[in-house]
């Protein structure tokens, strides 16, 4: 198993090397002076020529890319345009504003979607399975940030039970240790705090999480179907073994696996998601904070958030691929 | 497979004709023309007519393309022209009325001629950067596909090296990607569709790759390699058409996505800025601020947003199952 997981983080390597050329690229690529670029418009030519001096901007390309990746392997990823805080530094302050909206979607999803996808998987063809399908392709077409506005309108708005916007309301005075509210609330024991942080992530992730709920519902009706017509499940049954013990030990374990695959690769799409959903909820994460660099042009920012979303994502792949190891005996032989 | 034909039948077997023709020994009537080799593209296209949710998908899809052609004739105003201005206060904009329908935006355009043309430049958007995605993924998939499949060791290093950055590319997500190409291109209708089309390369790639492996190991292509015939040519002319399908497919569910998309990108701030072209997601951002009195004009391009994705949804999901073998009883 080690030796599985040690292959696994080597594969990461090339991947590593690969996206930093291409933001090392990107921020040449784009429009005019890359000094300009990462100081922003209304840069002074003082600072742009310092900017130049620093990066190195006349030297040869594959120099100033060696000293790219050095800065990135000291941890130095740049400044906001803005105010010139380390993207480090945001990037960590707003990772668990999104991580913890991110997780709560995923557990909707998989808590609602792989019940709903095995039950219209038992029932196909009935009334059920209908529903869950055409609601999953309704789900899919609806626009994540369409859904945000519209869930606010009609809970926040209309009918006042759900907040509408941050992650806690202001006039609860909470004591946070990790910056993940919830969890915040529970350690210090500030109930009122962690249901109201609760509170507030009930609509963000409820927009969040449709489209991986959808995907994943589609994903376990069509492979629970696919492995009740296998000959081991008619053994199974026809040895007398109860429904329960078949679907939960034969079908149940096999139909799994290209759930989790599916589920590691929406990951990818909830930071994307959470740009837009954060920004309908003012939730103050890293998808609302890069909505704001798009919107100001903060290279910096963009270049350093695209890099860390990228290595969780690839990250939460690694774990999925072990999750599978463990599920399927057979993975982790091959 | 020769089909022993009857003396009128002419040339191919139509699928009209085909139940009606003896020989079938057995089965239903569509069972006996399948089995006689009707072509898989006929065959699909038999299956979809069958199935309603393909009815209502190519419904809504050529309803769509409707009102994006026929646009200057559904309406008699021009997008982005105000009005009647005077009428917009800062907390109401004006309702239906006999000239305007579905009342005014927060600018004081026909709330209608904006959605109709709006459907215009989704569908212009959508078909442009999918048929982007699929240009470039289709070659990078083939190229991957066709070295993998019958290049032997130095083909397999081939399609290596490129399903490697292919990975790379998937290792973005989608929506990221699209705001850094759309970021080096500045502000312009073609940067929203080559950023959207370059964030379906990696899709299209993939799948196209896949199946084409698939097929390099079936008999046939053993056949063509045994009859001595050249590389390219196998690939060129059995490979590649013969898995190109799914590809096909994954082009119509494309669509739907690329049509969100584009409204995402201008939801970001990253679309045209050009007040003259309507556009749904523009829309949305712009409905924003007066969501609490006037809903309407969020949902309207929402809910139009949302039923053409679902029309390319359905018929794309449709389509995949008509073409699949294993669906074809």
Redesign the interface.
Request: aromatic share 10%; glycine share 8%.
């Given at each position: 198993m080690l030796r599985f997981v040690l292959r696994r983080l080597g594969l990461l390597v090339?991947?590593l090397i690969?996206?930093s050329v291409?933001l090392f690229a990107?921020v040449r690529?784009?429009?005019g002076d890359p000094a300009r670029a990462l100081l922003g418009e209304r840069a002074t030519p003082e600072a742009v020529a310092r900017v130049r001096e620093a990066y190195g901007f006349d030297d040869p390309l594959w120099q100033q890319y060696f000293r790219y990746v050095g800065s990135l392997l000291r941890g130095d990823f740049g400044s906001s345009v803005r105010d010139n805080r380390p993207v480090v530094d945001t990037f960590l302050e707003k990772f668990p504003a999104t991580a913890e909206l991110a997780i709560a979607a995923l557990l909707i999803a998989v808590v609602v979607g792989v019940p709903l996808g095995y039950l219209a998987a038992r029932n196909q063809g009935r009334l059920l399975d209908t529903a869950v399908v055409s609601g999953s392709?309704?789900g899919?077409?609806?626009?994540?940030?369409?859904l945000a506005?519209?869930l606010?309108?009609v809970f926040a708005?209309w009918l006042g039970w759900l907040p509408s916007s941050l992650r806690q309301d202001v006039t609860i005075d909470a004591t946070h240790v990790t910056n993940f509210y919830v969890l915040d609330g529970i350690l210090t024991r500030e109930w009122d705090a962690a249901v109201n942080a609760v509170a507030h992530l009930i609509l963000p992730s409820i927009a969040l999480a449709t489209i991986p709920l959808a995907i994943i519902v589609r994903i376990t009706r069509a492979s629970v179907a696919e492995v009740m017509n296998e000959d081991f499940v008619r053994t199974a049954e026809s040895k007398g073994l109860s429904r329960r013990v078949v679907s939960r030990r034969h079908v149940l374990r096999n139909a799994l696996l290209p759930v989790v695959t599916t589920i590691g690769l929406q990951a990818?799409?909830l930071?994307?998601?959470a740009?837009?959903t954060e920004?309908v909820f003012g939730l103050q994460g890293i998808g609302q904070y890069?909505?704001e660099a798009?919107?100001r042009?903060d290279?910096p920012v963009?270049q350093g958030y695209?890099l860390f979303?990228?290595i969780i994502?690839?990250l939460i792949n690694l774990l999925v691929d072990l999750a599978y190891g463990v599920i399927d005996p057979r993975v982790r032989v091959s | 497979m020769t089909i022993p034909l009857p003396p009128s039948g002419g040339g191919a077997v139509s699928p009209e004709s085909a139940p009606g023709t003896p020989g079938g020994a057995t089965g239903a009537p569509d069972t006996t023309a399948e089995d006689r080799g009707v072509s898989l593209w006929r065959g699909a296209f038999r299956r979809l007519r069958r199935n309603p949710t393909a009815i209502l998908g190519a419904v809504i899809v050529l309803a769509f393309i409707a009102v994006a052609v026929l646009a200057p004739l559904l309406t008699s105003y021009e997008p982005g022209a105000a009005q009647d201005a005077g009428e917009i206060t800062p907390s109401s904009v004006p309702g239906p009325s006999p000239d305007h329908w579905l009342g005014l935006d927060s600018f004081g355009s026909d709330l209608w001629t904006q959605l109709v043309y709006g459907a215009r430049q989704s569908l212009v958007y959508g078909v442009i950067s999918t048929a982007i995605g699929l240009v470039v993924g289709a070659a990078l998939g083939a190229l991957a596909g066709g070295f993998g499949a019958v290049g032997g060791r130095a083909g397999q290093w081939v399609d290596t090296a490129v399903m490697?950055?292919v990975?790379?590319w998937l290792?973005?997500?989608?929506?990221?990607l699209a705001?850094?190409v759309a970021?080096?291109?500045?502000q312009s209708a073609y940067a929203v569709m080559i950023a959207i089309g370059a964030a379906q390369v990696p899709i299209f790639a993939r799948l196209l790759r896949g199946s084409m492996l698939a097929q390099g190991r079936s008999d046939y292509v053993l056949a063509a390699g045994a009859l001595g015939l050249r590389k390219r040519r196998i690939v060129m002319s059995h490979v590649l058409p013969n898995s190109i399908g799914p590809t096909i497919v994954q082009a119509t569910l494309n669509l739907?996505t690329a049509i969100?998309e584009v409204?995402?990108l201008s939801?970001?701030?990253?679309g045209t800025a050009d007040p003259a072209v309507a556009e749904w997601g523009r829309m949305?951002v712009a409905a924003?601020d007066r969501?609490?009195e006037s809903?309407q004009l969020?949902?309207y391009p929402?809910v139009a947003?949302?039923?053409t994705?679902?029309g390319f949804?359905?018929f794309g999901?449709a389509l995949r199952e008509a073409l699949d073998p294993r669906s074809r009883r």
């Open positions: 090339p991947v690969g996206l291409l990107w690529a784009l429009p392709l309704l899919v077409a609806t626009p994540v940030f369409f506005i519209l606010k309108l708005t990818g799409l930071f994307s998601g740009v837009l920004t890069l909505f798009i919107g042009r290279y963009l695209i979303i990228a994502y690839s | 490697r950055i990975d790379l290792s973005i997500p989608s929506l990221l705001v850094s970021a080096i291109l500045t739907a969100i409204a995402a939801y970001l701030g990253l949305l924003q969501f609490d809903p969020a949902i929402g947003i949302a039923i994705a679902l949804t359905l999901e």
